[in-house]
DNA sequence: AGACGTCGTTCAGTATATAGAACGACGACG
DNA sequence: CGTCGTCGTTCTATATACTGAACGACGTCT
């Protein structure tokens, strides 16, 4: 998942607290110190001290045994407030709201960060189906109309230095060889938008834009649509809620 | 704020990064260097070093000119974690949704933490209004429903270390007197439940209702309605939702 | 039951981060 | 236009955290 690395000098602690906290993250429930270390790779002894330090201090809990490690209560604090701060998602707060009410479907705002996206806030649809999706989830950007309407904002080149060759696929339909992608990002440039069709989640159709608040873009907003509800109409009327969203977007961050 | 502290060595560097991270986390927005180091009090230098890392890793992001910090977006990821991986959250899903559908009104299922409560889980009104409230957002247990209900599972002696003589008011309302709010709790362990009448926002009452799964009670459940639209038998179909939602919570976290 | 293996915990030498001061860049002010 | 003050950055002795091995407790296997 490597984002920026390799710097100079670097507070040697300081790192492998935050690596310790996205590997709970990644692996919620228990660990034992020994399955801890297996997967980081510090010292046994290095290892212990820290999750001592982290325990005291709230953002590592342990079970009753006090022999199993597992996140805590603090580092949610902590990462909700990056939502809070943000001034984008206050800006787009009214915009979202609208797009929610225009389509009736799942409305996303997300953000690019490596290869992946962030979700930075959510309008559920109101149907019957409530769709599992949370803020600060993370997903591969290739597989994503939020992704791939955000690495169209990108040169060729810069993408092949971001994305490997070839990508994981999340379904049958994901793209998996880079240059088809970037076929696709050149199409996405020429119509202002970008579709994913079931590449992330089967049954799932989503239609992307990105916010070119900067270049290259780092937000993007999306909505999702069950394949099933899909119709010629619905569409175009999402199509034009998107490009509307764009605009009322790039007004409410104009002196970001 | 302070939880848990004073225990024997801890990681220096490990102590620093996460107060600099809850630093960030507590006052949104950039800021510079100079201002960071004198709330925090760590030497320039230092201060510096550990900067430059968590910047490096994503955990802290600067503005374009590199001098002015903030909180980054690899936060986000690790604490909506904690919600994901908690059982508790898991087993309540289904009953958070039946109150939300029962009582038509906003659904917060939160943590005790210290001397704060914790949303891990809302389910909106769906009415005019759309209430401010977040997971991770924090209150003062003292002035909130969640909080008396969980805290009257308490000892009175328990409840006297836990918190102060004087506690901070945020209505009119609040209670700011240590003793009658253990007077309040007896009467809180009498009924079941409890009430918080515009404590902590005005317009707004609140019931709550602790899960005893284990003791004392680590969650709890509370239904939030705005004055103006409550009604005696609006109240009582709160409390009965209430009774019957710590019944099933009870149920669905009985092997935990 | 006995021995073994695994796991969490402590200990002491060494590598490393820390802290205070000095440096250089920028902007404010006279 | 020069001086001063502020702020971010670099430098180096010293305090400190890291490491690898040894210890002790628990559970397991034969």
Redesign the interface.
Known sequence: MG???G?G??????????EL??F???R??MHSLASVQESVGYPKSSLY??L???V????IETDATGTRY?????????????????EVVAAARPTLDRMSDDTSETIHLA?L??TSI?YLATRQS?HYL?PFT?????LPAHSTSLGKALLATYTDEQVRKLLPETLEPLTEHTHTDREKLIAELAVIREQGFAVDREENTLGLRCFGIAVPYRTPARDAVSCSVPVARLTAAHEQMIKDALFDARDRLLLATRRL
Do not use: C, N
């Open positions: 984002a920026a690395e710097a000098s670097q507070v040697k602690s300081a790192v492998r607290t935050v906290l996205e709970f993250a990644g919620p429930g001290m820290l001592r330090t982290l005291d201090l709230g953002w597992g996140i805590g209560v603090r580092a949610l604090l902590v990462g909700t407030s990056y939502i809070d701060g943000d953000r960060d490596g962030v109101q409530r949370r803020v600060g989830r993370r």
